[in-house]
Antibody
Framework: EVQLVESGGDLVKSGGALRLSCAAS????????MSWVRQAPGKGLEWVGR??????????DYAAPVKGRFTISRDESKNTLYLQMNSLKTEDTAVYYC?????????????WGQGTLVTVSS | QSVLTQPPSVSGAPGQRVTISCTGN?????????VHWYQQLPGTAPKLLIY???NRPSGVPDRFSGSKSGTSASLAITGLQAEDEADYYC????????????FGGGTKLTVL
């Protein structure tokens, strides 16, 4: 069974930094593209970024609002995905979801974690 | 303002059919990129409902169907049930900026 468990959400001040983790199990993590999606309180879904496999260079791409501030990385030895968030702004307040990107499902976001809440205060 | 436009809300009585539209442009849906749909039940994480515009993952009832034409896509739900009350989101790829995935603003389905 695929499991994605996010952690690291917290209350942080504007301008601060935070690192989220996503522990993956139940599938071959090293072969999976992964992504982060966020949802501000009472709002819709917003794609944050995506990382390809290490064998594909671990290439990353980011949504415009977070580019240059957020960094996605992965550790195959720990089956863990990370989201390093720097220079946080109040508008980054959201639940952050880790997802798999399923190549065989035409790159749909196949599995989602339960999410972790990040609150950025002014 | 989302790149993909969805109606904020739709409603229907049990047993009825409802459709949710997702309107894009020539940089996303109109360029032929795949459209995916997600269902988010209250208080839970989103779940993949339709992939590649019209395909259902294993376990999704055939009451849910998707289609795409031109710069728009649609999600149809037939035989509405109370448990279908949820938020629905479309998602696609947009080539107008750097490689970017985009979501619609979401549609709240109310079962009357």
């Amino acid at each position: 069974e695929v499991q994605l468990v996010e952690s690291g959400g917290d209350l942080v001040k504007s301008g601060g930094a935070l690192r989220l983790s996503c522990a993956a199990s139940g599938f071959t993590f090293s072969k999976a593209w992964m992504s982060w999606v966020r949802q501000a309180p009472g709002k819709g879904l917003e794609w944050v970024g995506r990382i390809k496999t290490k064998s594909e260079g671990g290439t990353t791409d980011y949504a415009a609002p977070v580019k240059g501030r957020f960094t996605i990385s992965r550790d195959e030895s720990k089956n863990t995905l990370y989201l390093q968030m720097n220079s946080l702004k109040t508008e980054d307040t959201a639940v952050y979801y880790c997802t798999t990107v399923e190549q065989w499902l035409l790159r749909a976001l196949g599995y989602w974690g339960q999410g972790t809440l990040v609150t950025v205060s002014s | 303002q989302s790149v993909l436009t969805q109606p904020p809300s739709v409603s229907g009585a049990p047993g009825q059919r409802v459709t949710i539209s997702c309107t894009g442009n020539s940089s996303n849906i109109g360029a032929g990129y795949d459209v995916h749909w997600y269902q988010q039940l209250p208080g839970t994480a989103p779940k993949l409902l339709i992939y590649g515009s019209s395909n259902r993952p294993s376990g999704v009832p055939d009451r849910f169907s998707g289609s795409k034409s031109g710069t728009s896509a649609s999600l149809a739900i037939t035989g509405l049930q109370a448990e279908d009350e949820a938020d629905y989101y479309c998602q696609s790829y947009d080539s107008s900026l750097s490689e970017t995935w985009v979501f619609g603003g979401g549609t709240k389905l109310t079962v009357l």
